[in-house]
Every structure is written in C-alpha cells, then in structure tokens.
C-alpha cells in the first residue's frame, strides 16, 4: 500500500475547521501550510487543530512570490511567520514542528536561493523525512536536501477558481488527474490547498483519495 503524505497550503480560511473536522472523522492527518497573516486571523482554530495532532507549517506572511521580492523581504516574511507560529504552538502547548513551503514553489531569485536556504537552516528548519519518495526528478532537483518542502503530487483544485490556463478545467479533470497517480510506485507529498472557493470539492478530493487505498501518515519531523 502506498502511503500519502497530505499537505494543504494558504491556511487558514473561514472553512479551515470544518476541514479539519472532516479529516479527523476519516482518521486522516495532513500538514497545514499557513500564511501569518490568516493565523492572526484565526488564532482559536489552529490551536484547535495542532491539539488534535495536525502540523502547522510556516508558507510566508503574506504569500509573495518570493523571486520577486529584495532578500531582506522575504527574510521578513519567513521570520515574522516564524514567530506567529511559535507563539501558536506556545499557546497549544506545544513545540513548533519548524517546517516551511514557499508560496507557489518559489525558492527565490537565483542570487538569493542559498542565502535563503540558509536562513531557514538558522531558523532551525528542516526537511521531513518522507519515505518511499522514489521520483527521480524530486531526487535529481535535491528536494530531499533543500530547508524547505515541496510536493510530488499537485490535485490542482485551485485551477477551478477561475482560467489559469491549465488542462483542469472542471472538477472531473481533478478527479481524473488524481486517477493518474495510481500507475506510480512512489509514495506521494500531496498539495491540496484551503481556498473557500474550493471548499465544496475539497471533501469529495479526500474521498476520492481514500478510495485509492493510501495509507495516509505524516512524515518523521526529527
Ligand atoms: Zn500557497
């Protein structure tokens, strides 16, 4: 069986808790990655959710992209979050996980992508241990050694929020991309994201998954 690592970025929306509520009925753990700005937003439901096992992951203040942003920007906006999120974890009892995904992927401008990962190392952030994770591009762009995390399976439900371009035009062109995971032998970093535009899919994609026999973990965070 493989398993499935779940991720979901741009926490917290309003319908964050009935997500979360959701997944601890089906038994199923995920990572949230949040923005600092929505925490502040929401303070009372991610303690609600770290209480009840789930991980809150640091994806920026304000979800930039960080290639176009100076270093001292996007220093700020990993060190602000930072701190949101540690004070969060204080207030559930509880220690920070350290785990950071940039906004939409992006590492940062080719002068600053070192000097970054740097930052996050200082910070004490680090890669999860995710098994099984046999793609050879995730190995070949180092995405296993980087300070941050990226995904290897993206259900791209965002693209139903409006024309990005993309082959997904409809919710039947995600269920048919989530299908296509089934001819790997990896184990899969699946991206979902909180957007209330999406809420409505976001239960029937987790189903979907369920019926593809993952079994759902977290990964080691040492
Ligand atoms: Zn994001």
Redesign the pocket.
Known sequence: MRIAYLTI??SPSKDFKKKVDYLLKKNIPAIF?CRGDLIEKREKEIIYAIKKGFIIGN?SYN?PHFSQLSFEDETEQIKKTDKIINNIYKKAGLKSKKIF?F??GDKGNNKTIKKLQQVLKNLIYRQPEWHGITYKWFKDRKLDKNYDCYWTCDIKEWCLKGNYNEDIKTFNDVLKRINKTRNSNSNEIILM?DHEQTTKYFFKIIDELIKKDFKFCLPDIK
């Open positions: 970025d741009d990655f994806h979800h995904r906004p939409y994201h």
